[in-house]
Nanobody, 123 residues
């Protein structure tokens, strides 16, 4: 299993980026795809997840700004990030596994991780 994350970069506040996570070795729709981030000096935190029930879940501070989507043909998940803020600056990781809906935030339940992609938002 491999997860290949891409799409990070540097933008000004208010800008947008779209992250991608291409999965290989996993059957589309059979796993949870999550996005986490880690800012300098902080612990890794949950951002969003596409659960096996077909619904997406977001942490409160990205609701209305970030949107997950997916492409079955490419076995790829996306994280569209709009209205970016300096506090969104972090390394973003995609991760897959089988956490239950009630425990999507628990990074210990994700088995596979992408390599991380840096997002820098300047004010």
């Amino acid at each position: 299993v491999q997860l290949q994350a891409s799409g990070g970069g540097s933008v000004q506040a208010g800008g947008s980026l779209r992250l991608s996570c291409a999965a290989s070795g996993l059957t589309f729709g059979s796993y949870v795809m999550g996005w986490f981030r880690q800012a300098p000096g902080k612990e890794r935190e949950f951002v969003a997840a596409f659960a096996r029930n077909g619904y997406t879940y977001y942490t409160d501070y990205v609701k209305g700004r970030f949107t997950m989507s997916r492409d079955r043909a490419k076995n790829t998940h996306y994280l569209q990030m709009n209205s970016l803020k300096p506090e969104d600056t972090a390394v973003y990781y995609c991760a897959s596994g089988y956490p239950p809906v009630g425990n999507l935030r628990n990074d210990e339940l994700y088995r596979y991780w992408g390599q991380g992609t840096l997002v820098t938002v300047s004010s």
